[in-house]
C-alpha cells in the first residue's frame, strides 16, 4: 500500500529559528493535506496541496508541494512558543479509488524551548 | 472548534465489556470517519461512511462495529478489546468523501484503555 514518509520524528528548537518538515511519497500524489496536533488535542487541518510546484503561505508557514508531486514541506519561519506540537501530512494517491483514504506520515513533534 | 464531538473523553474497559463510542458532527458534512492513533504509529483509517453507507472498511478485525444511523452521528461498538486496542479513537467528518480531499475536521477524540 501507499506509504508517506515524514522525516524528521522529533525537532527541538530555540524560539526564533525556523523549522521544517518534510514528507515524501514513493507514488505520485494527487493532493497532500498539513495537519497540527497540539499536546493533548486533536489534528487540526492547515492547508492542501494540489498542483504540481505549488506553493501557499500562512503567515509565518510555506507549504509546498514537489513539482513531481511526491514530495512536499512545511516551513515555519521564526519559531514561537505556540508552535509547539505534532505536524502532520496526508495524501491521496493519484488514480486511487480508495474514497476518503488519505494516507498520513508519521508525523513530527516540535518542541519549543523560549 | 465544536463541529464534531466525541464521548466520552476517556474510557477504561475490561477485555470482556462491551462499550460504544460517540460521534456527532454539526457541520452538515455528507462523509465520516473512525481513526485510530497509537503511540509512534500514523493515524490508521478504520472506517468511512458517506451519507450513512460504509464506504470503506480497513482490514478492522471484528471486535469493532461501526453504526452510522445518520450522517450527523457516528458509534463504534466495541466489544472483546485486547490490550493492544488502547489508543486514541478519533471521529472526523468532510464534506464529501472523494478522493479528490475535502479537508477532515476532527473531535477530541476517545482515550481508550483496555485493560
Known amino acids: 500500500g501507499q506509504q508517506v514518509m515524514q522525516i524528521p520524528q522529533y525537532q527541538h528548537v530555540q524560539e526564533g529559528e525556523d523549522f521544517t518538515t518534510y514528507c515524501n511519497s514513493s507514488?505520485?500524489?494527487?493532493?497532500i493535506q498539513w495537519y497540527k496536533q497540539r499536546p493533548g488535542g486533536h489534528p487540526v487541518f492547515l492547508i492542501q496541496?494540489?498542483?504540481?510546484?505549488e506553493v501557499k503561505k500562512q503567515k509565518r508557514l510555506t507549504f509546498q508541494f514537489g513539482e513531481a508531486k511526491k514530495n512536499s514541506s512545511l516551513h515555519i519561519t521564526a519559531t514561537q512558543t505556540t508552535d509547539v506540537g505534532t505536524y502532520f501530512c496526508?495524501?491521496?494517491?493519484?488514480?486511487?479509488?480508495?474514497?476518503?483514504?488519505?494516507?498520513f506520515g508519521q508525523g513530527t513533534i516540535l518542541t519549543v524551548h523560549p | 472548534e465544536t463541529g464534531v464531538t466525541q464521548t466520552p473523553r476517556h474510557l477504561v474497559m475490561g477485555m470482556t465489556n462491551k462499550k460504544s463510542l460517540k460521534c456527532e458532527q454539526h457541520?452538515?458534512?455528507?462523509?465520516m470517519y473512525w481513526y485510530k492513533q497509537s503511540a509512534k504509529k500514523p493515524l490508521e483509517l478504520m472506517f468511512v461512511y458517506s451519507l450513512e453507507e460504509r464506504v470503506e472498511n480497513n482490514s478492522v478485525p471484528s471486535r469493532f462495529s461501526p453504526e452510522c444511523p445518520n450522517s450527523s452521528h457516528l458509534f463504534l461498538h466495541l466489544h472483546t478489546l485486547q490490550p493492544e486496542d488502547s489508543a486514541l479513537y478519533l471521529c472526523?467528518?468532510?464534506?464529501?468523501?472523494?478522493?479528490?480531499?475535502?479537508?477532515?475536521?476532527f473531535g477530541n477524540g476517545t482515550r481508550l484503555t483496555v485493560t
Open positions: 472526523a467528518s468532510s464534506q464529501e468523501v472523494t478522493p479528490a480531499g475535502s479537508p477532515l475536521h
Open positions: 507514488t505520485t500524489l494527487s493532493n
Open positions: 496526508a495524501a491521496f494517491n493519484a488514480g486511487g479509488t480508495s474514497y476518503g483514504k488519505l494516507t
Open positions: 496541496l494540489v498542483k504540481s510546484g
Open positions: 457541520l452538515g458534512h455528507n462523509a
